[in-house]
C-alpha cells in the first residue's frame, strides 16, 4: 500500500493532537487513502480472577470531520467497509461515489484482534459490503457515524456495543436524507455467547459475559431494516467446572429516527429484532414519527410506523417502549394487545458438554412460552 504525500504514522497508545502534525497537514486535514490492519494486535492480558471484569484492549478512532468551514461535497470522503480477502467491491449499493478517494477498511482484520474499542466517525457515506465481517471480542464496542450509512454485511460484539448513528456535514441541506439502511444480508448482534469451563478447564482466562449487550441504530432521517436482516442481542450461556449451567439476560435495542418536521422520517422494520433471555428478556425502545398499533392500513404518505399486536409476543422482549416524536401513539378500536416473553430454555446437557466455548448454543437451547407462574411479566410504555 502506497503511503499518501501527506501522511501522519504513530505508535503506541496515545493520540495525536494536530499542533504535532506536519505543517500540511494543519492547513488542510489529512485524507486517509488505506487503513492497514494485517498485523494489528490490541489486545490485554486476561488471568483467571479477570473474566468478569477484563483489563481493557486497545482502541481505534478515526475522524474524517474536515475543518467545518472548508467541509463540503468536494472534500466530504467516504468509507468503504469489505473483507480484503475478497475486496470486490460493494454489491448492496450502487457505484462508489466519484468526489473523493474513499478510505477503504478491511473489516476482517478487525477480527478477534483485542480491540475493546472502534469508532469510526465520518462526514460522507459509510458503507459495508456484502459479506464483509466485523467480530470484535466478548465485550467490545463499536460505532459508526456517517452521512448515511448502507450495512449489508455483519457486525459481531458478544455482550458488548453496537452503536450506527447518522449525521449532517456542515454543507448539509435540509432535502438531505442522512439515512441509515440495513440490507438483507445485514447482522447487527451482541449476544452473549456459549463459554464452557467443563472443557476448557479450571485455568482457563475465557470470558464469561453471558447478558445480551447493547444495540443502537439512530437516523436523522429514514430506518430501513431490510426482510432477511437481523438485530441481535440475546442471552448466552455458561457451563462451570461442576458441569452446573446457568443463563444470561436478554440486552438492549433501540431503533430510532428523528427528522420530525414537515419532512418527516420513516421506519421500516421487515427483519428479525429479538433479545430473548434465560431470565428476563431484553428491551426495546422504538422512536419515531408515529405509531398505530392494531390491523389498520396505513395511508402510503403518512410517516406513521403500523404495528400488528403480535409483535409483542415475537421477539422475546421483557420491555417495550414506542415513542411519537411529531405524530401520536395511537391503538386503533378494537385491538388487543397482551405482551408475552419466550425465554430460552436449556435442552440436551449431554450436547451442551460436549460444546466448545464460541458454539452455537442451537442443538442443546431452544424457546419456550413459561407457565403463568413461571414467565415473568412484560412492561409496555407508550409516549
Not at 441509515?180 to 470470558?207: E, P, Q, V
Not at 442471552?235 to 443463563?247: I, L, N, P, Q, T
Not at 378500536?333 to 451442551?352: E, K, M
Amino acid at each position: 500500500m502506497a503511503r499518501a504525500a501527506c501522511s501522519v504514522w504513530g505508535r503506541g497508545a496515545k493520540a495525536l493532537p494536530m499542533a504535532a502534525m506536519p505543517a500540511c497537514c494543519r492547513s488542510r486535514p489529512p485524507s486517509l487513502y488505506g487503513f492497514d490492519l494485517a498485523n494489528l494486535q490490541a489486545g490485554a492480558t486476561t488471568g483467571v480472577y479477570q473474566r468478569d471484569a477484563a483489563p481493557h484492549g486497545g482502541a481505534i478512532a478515526i475522524s474524517l470531520i474536515n475543518d467545518v468551514a472548508n467541509q463540503n461535497a468536494a472534500t466530504v470522503q467516504n468509507v468503504l467497509i469489505e473483507n480484503l480477502a475478497s475486496s470486490t467491491g460493494l454489491q448492496f449499493a450502487s457505484a462508489r461515489p466519484a468526489n473523493s478517494v474513499p478510505l477503504i477498511i478491511a473489516g476482517d482484520k478487525l477480527n478477534r484482534s483485542g480491540l475493546d474499542s472502534f469508532t469510526l466517525d465520518a462526514a460522507g457515506s459509510v458503507e459495508m459490503a456484502t459479506g464483509a465481517t466485523i467480530a470484535l471480542d466478548p465485550g467490545a464496542s463499536l460505532a459508526l457515524k456517517g452521512k448515511t450509512l448502507k450495512i449489508d454485511g455483519a457486525i459481531t460484539a458478544p455482550s458488548g456495543s453496537v452503536a450506527l448513528r447518522t449525521q449532517p456535514p456542515a454543507s448539509a441541506t435540509g432535502e438531505e436524507n442522512f439515512t441509515i439502511d440495513l440490507g438483507s444480508h445485514a447482522l447487527l448482534s451482541t449476544s452473549g455467547r456459549w463459554t464452557n469451563d467443563l472443557l476448557d478447564g479450571a485455568k482457563t482466562t475465557t470470558s464469561q459475559l453471558t447478558d445480551g449487550g447493547k444495540i443502537v441504530v439512530d437516523a436523522l432521517g429514514d430506518l430501513t431494516v431490510a426482510r432477511g436482516a437481523e438485530i441481535h442481542a440475546d442471552a448466552g450461556a455458561r457451563m462451570s467446572g461442576k458441569g452446573r449451567v446457568s443463563g444470561g439476560d436478554g440486552g438492549a435495542i433501540a431503533l430510532t429516527t428523528r427528522r420530525a418536521g414537515a419532512t418527516g422520517s420513516r421506519m421500516t422494520l421487515d427483519g428479525v429484532v429479538t433479545a430473548y433471555g434465560f431470565g428476563i428478556g431484553g428491551s426495546l425502545t422504538l422512536t419515531a414519527n408515529g405509531f398505530r398499533i392494531g390491523d389498520a392500513a396505513v395511508a402510503a404518505t403518512d410517516y406513521t410506523m403500523l404495528i400488528n399486536p403480535t409483535f409483542f409476543t415475537a421477539a422475546g422482549f421483557a420491555s417495550y417502549t414506542l415513542a411519537g416524536n411529531r405524530d401520536s401513539v395511537e391503538v386503533t378500536a378494537g385491538t388487543q394487545v397482551r405482551p408475552q416473553q419466550s425465554n430460552l430454555v436449556f435442552g440436551d446437557l449431554q450436547t451442551a458438554a460436549r460444546a466448545g466455548t464460541g458454539s452455537s448454543m442451537n442443538s442443546f437451547v431452544g424457546l419456550s412460552m413459561l407457565a403463568d407462574r413461571q414467565r415473568k411479566p412484560v412492561d409496555i410504555a407508550l409516549t
